[in-house]
Every structure is written in C-alpha cells, then in structure tokens.
T-cell receptor, first 112, second 111 residues
Framework: DAGVTQSPTHLIKTRGQQVTLRCSPK?????VSWYQQALGQGPQFIFQ???????QRGNFPDRFSGHQYPNYSSELNVNALLLGDSALYLC???????????FGPGTRLLVL | SQQGEEDPQALSIQEGENATMNCSYK?????LQWYRQNSGRGLVHLIL?????REKHSGRLRVTLDTSKKSSSLLITASRAADTASYFC???????????FGTGTSLTVIP
C-alpha cells in the first residue's frame, strides 16, 4: 500500500516564474491538504481539498491555488514566485472524517 | 496567530533518559496530534489524542492533554539515538478542517 507521494522532490525556479507541485494521496484517502514549511519553522496550512473543492484555506495569497482530480490526486500551483516562497511544501492526505493526516516526503522549492 | 507553541525549543539528553516536550495552543480543539520530522523530510504521525481523552500511550510514547489549560505533553521513555528529530504538535480546532502546527521541539539523543 503506497503512502502519500509527491513530485518533484526538488525544484529550482527564478522569481516571477510559476510552479506546479503534485501529490498522490494514500490509498483510500479522499482529502488532501497542502502545507508550506519554511526552514526552522512548523508547517503552515495553505488549503485543503475534498471532493474536488477547496474546503478550507489558510492565510496565503491568491498566487497559491490548487486542484483536486476525481482520483483524489492534487496539485499546488504558485504564480509569480517570490524569494520568500522558498520552502518545503508538504502534502497530507486523510479520510475526511478521521482526522489523522499522513504526510508525503515533501517538495523542496528554491526560488532564486 | 492560532499556531501552537512547543516548549522547549531544543532538548539534548543522553540515550536511555526520558524526554518530555510540551505544547500549548489557543483555541478549542477536536483533537491534538504529535508528529516527528527527521531533518527536513516528511512528517511521521505518532499519536492522536481526542479532546475527551486525558492520556494515551503508544509504545514508548505517552501523551497527555489538559483542555482546561490548553496544553499537551509528549513523553518519550528510554530514548534512543534514533529518536533524534524535531517533534511538532498539531491541533484540529472544532471550528474548521485544518491543522495548526506548533513551532517544534528539536530533540537530540546522545549515544
């Protein structure tokens, strides 16, 4: 049973560019959440997707957008990248009603 | 900020000793979870405690929850070098479908 997978593992972009990160949830999970973790900090909630809809959103600008597909996989898109967007981006999946979130290994994004 | 806070920020102990870290949070919660993270990698779920529970055990882990004080503690008994990692608490408030993570405790277990 595969756990949560994310791609790519590492990414380097320049300011102003756009990036798409991908996540496949744990088998049987229908809810995907995305987090941003800056170096030395705890993860910050970006948003959560359930039934292909954004169900909850954290305090992130509209440059951060997402999508969930019918197979529950998800994408995180970030437009007009800033240096401050450099971070580890974590995807977590869960069953909507159970609460426990299982995290992927993350995508490390560096913006130059 | 609704983010929780772990205390201490860093902890260094000898192998075999017990490690205790604390988490304080601000809002009413459905549950609180503890996670471990090794060197900037993905988070590993350790234990979940619901708001109506006061204590929970899992192997060498013991978690307590005091909702009146809005605080939780994680005790790792008989620590091992492999327990070296950052530990985070995450709260699920009863008002929404998101988790709020604390700032983390960096634990170093010296062999």
């Amino acid at each position: 049973d595969a756990g949560v997978t994310q791609s790519p593992t590492h990414l380097i972009k320049t300011r102003g560019q756009q990036v798409t990160l991908r996540c496949s949830p744990k088998s049987g999970h229908d809810t995907v959440s995305w987090y941003q973790q800056a170096l030395g900090q705890g993860p910050q909630f970006i948003f959560q997707y359930y039934e292909e809809e954004e169900r909850q959103r954290g305090n992130f600008p509209d440059r951060f957008s997402g999508h969930q597909y019918p197979n529950y996989s998800s994408e995180l898109n970030v437009n007009a990248l800033l240096l401050g967007d450099s971070a580890l981006y974590l995807c977590a999946s869960s069953l909507a009603s159970l609460g426990t979130q299982y995290f992927g290994p993350g995508t490390r994004l560096l913006v130059l | 900020s609704q983010q929780g806070e772990e205390d201490p920020q860093a902890l260094s102990i000898q192998e075999g000793e017990n490690a205790t870290m604390n988490c304080s949070y601000k809002t009413s919660i459905n549950n609180l979870q503890w996670y471990r993270q090794n060197s900037g990698r993905g988070l590993v779920h350790l234990i979940l405690i619901r708001s109506n529970e006061r204590e929970k055990h899992s192997g060498r882990l013991r978690v307590t929850l005091d909702t009146s004080k809005k605080s939780s503690s994680l005790l790792i008994t008989a620590s091992r070098a492999a327990d070296t990692a950052s530990y985070f608490c995450a709260t699920e408030p009863n008002t929404g479908n998101q988790f709020y993570f604390g700032t983390g405790t960096s634990l170093t277990v010296i062999p």
